[in-house]
């Protein structure tokens, strides 16, 4: 069973910057995508970024030119990078696991296992 831990979260101004991190644990082996996504209420979860095992990235239009993700093989732990952020990034973020390289795409329905969720609040 793959579980995932989100931290990271919290609250800062216009145009600061925050790190999430996803603690990935259950995992052996094959090849994966972990992706983040984020999620307001009332609103469709919307895809942020997402990495597979050789290292292939993809983004998001609300992600472009501002968030960077990354991973750490031997700390199974990935990362989301956020910077310059906006009022319009306050959302719930969650981090995501899937088999194989189809996560890449950014559709939900291709991870299998999510984590609780990390607030992320930006004031103006």
């Known amino acids: 069973q793959v579980q995932l831990v989100e931290s990271g979260g919290g609250s800062v101004q216009s145009g600061g910057s925050l790190r999430l991190s996803c603690a990935v644990s259950g995992y052996t082996y094959g090849s994966k995508c972990m992706g983040w996504f984020r999620q307001v209420p009332g609103k469709d979860r919307e895809g942020v970024a997402g990495i597979a095992s050789d290292g292939s990235m993809s983004y998001g239009d609300v992600a472009k030119g501002r968030f960077t993700i990354s991973q750490d093989n031997t700390k199974r732990t990935v990362y989301l990078q956020m910077t310059d952020l906006k009022p319009e990034d306050t959302a719930m973020y969650y981090c995501?696991?899937?088999?194989?390289?189809?996560?890449?795409?950014?559709?939900?329905?291709?991870?299998?296992?999510w984590g609780q969720g990390t607030q992320v609040t930006v004031s103006s």
């Open positions: 995501a696991f899937g088999q194989g390289y189809y996560g890449l795409s950014l559709q939900s329905d291709e991870f299998t296992y």
